[in-house]
């Protein structure tokens, strides 16, 4: 029976996943703008410029950026709300759907509604600037600030997403174990940390996984607010692949940022999945 499912699987997965990413090694061997045969080999060209480029450099300093923000800010405070809102009390179960709803919004709109927001003539940060005499930033015009705004947009968008996850492991723990606890007479912050975070280990790993991985990937809620600008100040690997590659066809170029992205990836998901999820 498993046999008979097995081949149209792997159909898909070679005409969907496997053709496509040896096309795009392929391509980033070529000066090619999409159109026709690629026949200008250049070897490792595309490979050496994409190193030089500058907005590389710092597309590689946002992703690390959203990747610090993510597990300093936006993990810990998905744990501590979730915590918060684990037990099943009148009134958690719509907490939790208002923090979860950002997730359920589409990129693309929660990066237009924020773009909104942020908008230092007609937006709510102007709004609540005037309202202190102020005249309101341009944040997203700032290049010193706009990344950090970003930033604020990414915890606000996944941080139910993680907080779920977390109230999920937390209702599995079995609640005998903090009755136990309190009766030894253990702090709440004793409780936390030797039961809760222990227990709830693997999840944190999952989530932490997620976070990385979603942080690499950041793409469709920065087209919508800055599309990588200003002067390149906010941009990411993948939006760097768009806008220096498919944008300018030099597919070539964007086809060797593909396979950088995917090595990236590739190595962190079998290395972390190796060193610490081994056990999970």
């Known amino acids: 029976m498993v046999l008979f499912f097995l081949p149209p699987a792997i159909l898909l997965f070679t005409l969907f996943v496997a053709l496509p990413m040896g096309a795009a090694g392929w391509y980033s061997f070529f000066n090619w703008n999409g159109y026709g045969v690629p026949t200008n ?46 037990d099943r009390v009148i009134g958690t179960t719509s907490f939790r759907l208002i923090f979860f709803l950002p997730y359920i919004l589409a990129e693309i709109a929660a990066g237009l ?29 700032e290049p010193e600030l706009a990344m950090y705004a970003i930033l604020i947009v990414v915890i606000w968008k996944y941080f139910g997403f993680h907080m779920i996850l977390y109230i999920a492991g937390l209702q599995q723990i079995d609640r005998s174990l903090y009755e136990a606890a309190r ?31 979603g942080s690499i990937q950041l793409f469709d809620l920065i087209m919508p607010l800055t599309k990588g600008g200003p002067s390149d100040s906010t941009q990411t690997m993948v939006t760097f692949l768009y806008n220096y590659g498919v944008t300018r066809m030099e597919i070539g170029f964007g086809s060797a940022v593909g396979v950088v992205l995917f090595l990236i990836c590739v190595v962190f998901a079998f290395g972390y999945k190796r060193v610490l999820m081994r056990h999970d």
């Open 41 to 86: 080999f250049v070897g490792f060209r595309n490979f050496v410029d994409l190193f030089q480029n500058p907005a590389f450099h710092t597309a590689l300093g946002n992703n690390l950026l959203i990747i610090v923000g993510s597990l300093a800010v936006q993990l810990p405070l998905a744990l501590a709300m979730a915590v918060l809102l684990a």
């Open 183 to 213: 009766i030894d007479g253990a702090s709440r912050w004793q409780i936390f940390s030797r039961i809760t975070v222990p227990l709830l280990g693997s999840t944190i790993r999952l989530s932490v996984f997620f976070a990385i991985l």
């Open 113 to 141: 509604i924020w773009r909104f927001v942020y908008d230092g003539d007609y937006g709510l940060l102007a709004k609540i600037w005037e309202s202190f005499g102020a005249t309101a930033p341009y944040v997203l015009s």
